[in-house]
Nanobody, 119 residues
Framework: QVQLVESGGGLVQAGGSLRLSCAASGRTFSAYDMGWFRQAPGKEREFVARMTWRGGSSYYSDSVKGRFTISRDSAKNTGYLQMDDLKPEDTAVYYC????????????WGQGTQVTVSS
Protein backbone atom coordinates (compact mmCIF):
# COMPACT_ATOMS: atom_id res chain seq x y z
CA GLN A 1 0.00 0.00 0.00
CA VAL A 2 1.09 3.56 -0.65
CA GLN A 3 -0.63 6.74 0.47
CA LEU A 4 -0.42 9.89 -1.64
CA VAL A 5 -0.97 13.51 -0.65
CA GLU A 6 -0.90 16.31 -3.22
CA SER A 7 -0.10 19.94 -2.51
CA GLY A 8 0.83 23.08 -4.38
CA GLY A 9 -2.40 23.93 -6.12
CA GLY A 10 -3.82 27.42 -6.18
CA LEU A 11 -4.95 30.35 -8.26
CA VAL A 12 -2.62 31.68 -10.95
CA GLN A 13 -2.95 33.97 -13.95
CA ALA A 14 -2.65 32.66 -17.47
CA GLY A 15 0.99 32.33 -18.45
CA GLY A 16 2.04 31.68 -14.87
CA SER A 17 3.54 28.61 -13.23
CA LEU A 18 2.79 26.23 -10.40
CA ARG A 19 4.57 23.19 -9.04
CA LEU A 20 2.50 20.38 -7.62
CA SER A 21 3.97 17.93 -5.15
CA CYS A 22 2.90 14.38 -4.37
CA ALA A 23 4.18 13.08 -1.04
CA ALA A 24 4.11 9.31 -0.73
CA SER A 25 4.13 7.19 2.39
CA GLY A 26 3.84 3.50 3.03
CA ARG A 27 5.71 1.17 0.74
CA THR A 28 8.71 2.32 -1.22
CA PHE A 29 7.40 4.87 -3.67
CA SER A 30 10.34 4.37 -5.97
CA ALA A 31 8.99 0.93 -6.87
CA TYR A 32 5.85 2.46 -8.39
CA ASP A 33 5.10 4.21 -11.64
CA MET A 34 3.81 7.70 -10.88
CA GLY A 35 1.17 9.61 -12.77
CA TRP A 36 -0.75 12.87 -12.76
CA PHE A 37 -4.36 13.16 -13.85
CA ARG A 38 -6.86 15.99 -13.79
CA GLN A 39 -10.59 16.48 -13.78
CA ALA A 40 -12.30 19.67 -14.83
CA PRO A 41 -15.90 20.45 -13.82
CA GLY A 42 -18.34 18.40 -15.86
CA LYS A 43 -15.59 16.40 -17.53
CA GLU A 44 -14.08 13.00 -17.05
CA ARG A 45 -10.74 12.51 -15.38
CA GLU A 46 -7.96 12.66 -17.95
CA PHE A 47 -4.33 11.63 -18.12
CA VAL A 48 -1.75 14.40 -17.85
CA ALA A 49 1.67 12.78 -17.40
CA ARG A 50 3.38 9.68 -16.08
CA MET A 51 6.86 8.51 -15.20
CA THR A 52 8.19 4.98 -14.90
CA TRP A 53 9.40 3.77 -11.54
CA ARG A 54 12.99 3.90 -12.71
CA GLY A 55 12.46 7.53 -13.63
CA GLY A 56 13.93 6.95 -17.05
CA SER A 57 10.85 7.51 -19.18
CA SER A 58 8.11 10.09 -19.04
CA TYR A 59 4.99 10.59 -21.12
CA TYR A 60 2.63 13.51 -21.55
CA SER A 61 -0.74 14.25 -23.00
CA ASP A 62 -0.63 16.37 -26.13
CA SER A 63 -2.40 19.20 -24.34
CA VAL A 64 0.44 19.70 -21.83
CA LYS A 65 3.48 18.52 -23.76
CA GLY A 66 6.18 21.18 -23.75
CA ARG A 67 4.59 23.06 -20.84
CA PHE A 68 4.48 20.51 -18.00
CA THR A 69 7.33 18.46 -16.58
CA ILE A 70 6.97 15.41 -14.36
CA SER A 71 9.76 14.43 -12.00
CA ARG A 72 10.39 12.50 -8.82
CA ASP A 73 12.80 12.49 -5.93
CA SER A 74 12.98 8.94 -4.67
CA ALA A 75 15.08 9.93 -1.66
CA LYS A 76 12.24 12.19 -0.54
CA ASN A 77 9.47 9.82 -1.65
CA THR A 78 7.97 12.75 -3.54
CA GLY A 79 6.82 13.36 -7.08
CA TYR A 80 6.34 16.68 -8.81
CA LEU A 81 4.50 18.26 -11.68
CA GLN A 82 6.01 21.54 -12.85
CA MET A 83 3.38 23.44 -14.81
CA ASP A 84 4.50 26.40 -16.91
CA ASP A 85 2.66 28.68 -19.33
CA LEU A 86 -0.63 27.77 -17.71
CA LYS A 87 -3.84 28.30 -19.61
CA PRO A 88 -7.43 28.70 -18.39
CA GLU A 89 -8.21 25.28 -19.85
CA ASP A 90 -5.73 23.77 -17.40
CA THR A 91 -8.16 24.59 -14.59
CA ALA A 92 -9.01 21.33 -12.84
CA VAL A 93 -8.50 19.21 -9.77
CA TYR A 94 -5.15 17.49 -10.18
CA TYR A 95 -4.58 14.01 -8.81
CA CYS A 96 -1.42 12.08 -8.19
CA UNK A 97 -1.57 8.33 -8.79
CA UNK A 98 0.70 5.32 -8.46
CA UNK A 99 0.77 1.79 -9.79
CA UNK A 100 3.01 -1.18 -9.28
CA UNK A 101 4.18 -1.75 -12.81
CA UNK A 102 3.66 -0.11 -16.18
CA UNK A 103 0.69 -2.28 -17.14
CA UNK A 104 -0.98 -2.40 -13.74
CA UNK A 105 -4.08 -0.33 -13.02
CA UNK A 106 -3.68 2.96 -11.21
CA UNK A 107 -4.68 1.64 -7.82
CA UNK A 108 -3.43 4.41 -5.58
CA TRP A 109 -4.76 7.96 -5.65
CA GLY A 110 -4.33 11.14 -3.71
CA GLN A 111 -7.20 13.39 -2.66
CA GLY A 112 -6.51 16.00 -5.34
CA THR A 113 -5.46 19.62 -5.36
CA GLN A 114 -7.31 22.45 -7.12
CA VAL A 115 -5.58 24.45 -9.84
CA THR A 116 -7.38 27.50 -11.16
CA VAL A 117 -6.00 29.57 -14.02
CA SER A 118 -7.57 32.96 -14.62
CA SER A 119 -7.54 34.68 -17.99
Amino acid sequence: QVQLVESGGGLVQAGGSLRLSCAASGRTFSAYDMGWFRQAPGKEREFVARMTWRGGSSYYSDSVKGRFTISRDSAKNTGYLQMDDLKPEDTAVYYCAARLGSIAPWNYWGQGTQVTVSS
